[in-house]
């Protein structure tokens, strides 16, 4: 029957997660407003700005939709600014979503001019030895905390970068800027799993 993925798509680097989608063999919807929420298998939240990302969210009355579509468990994937916007709490700026357990801070790795590419450990397996795969941070937001029953799935020397927390997974770097496709397959066969289709 096969799998049909929404892309958030009011701001920020929507296209590239699409490019990667199709890369791997799966159709992809830009989402624009709430109601196309019911037409896809799994939801990606990009990175860009979270601050015009949330405003564009509110103005298209999002939230009810977006908290339907996470209590029904379909996937979600949130990457950089997509992550700040679910996130349990925002320091300094109080509650996100609260779809994943964990706790970040906005720009923690600094402004634009202080982006950075990484070769961080991942491992999406536990087969795979935290093969090394190259992450690039851009104004990136940190996570300080995690709750007790999120997968901590990469690391950054010590900071956690990469999890899930069940049908979530979020990363604080951008997956779609790079051709290595192993996060978003990861995702893809999560997304078969919820629909019983592996």
Partial sequence: MGIKVGVLSLQGAF???IDRLKECGVSSVEIRFP???DDI???IIPGGESTTINKLMKKYKFKSCLDKFYK????????CAGLILIAKNIKEEGQG?????????????GRQIESF???LNINLDGSQN???FKSIFIRAPKILSVGGEVKVLGKLGQ???LIRDNNIIACTFHPELTSDLRIHRYFINMIKNNKGEN
Wanted: net charge negative; charged share 40%; hydrophobic share 35%.
């Fill in 117 to 119: 590419e990484e070769l």
């Fill in 72 to 79: 029904d468990g379909k996937p979600m994937f949130a990457t």
């Fill in 97 to 109: 979503l609260g779809y994943i357990d964990v706790d970040v801070k906005r720009n923690a790795y």
């Fill in 15 to 17: 296209r590239e997660h």
């Fill in 159 to 161: 900071d956690v970068v």
């Fill in 41 to 43: 298998d799994a939801l």
């Fill in 35 to 37: 109601e196309k929420l």
């Fill in 130 to 132: 935290g093969r090394k």
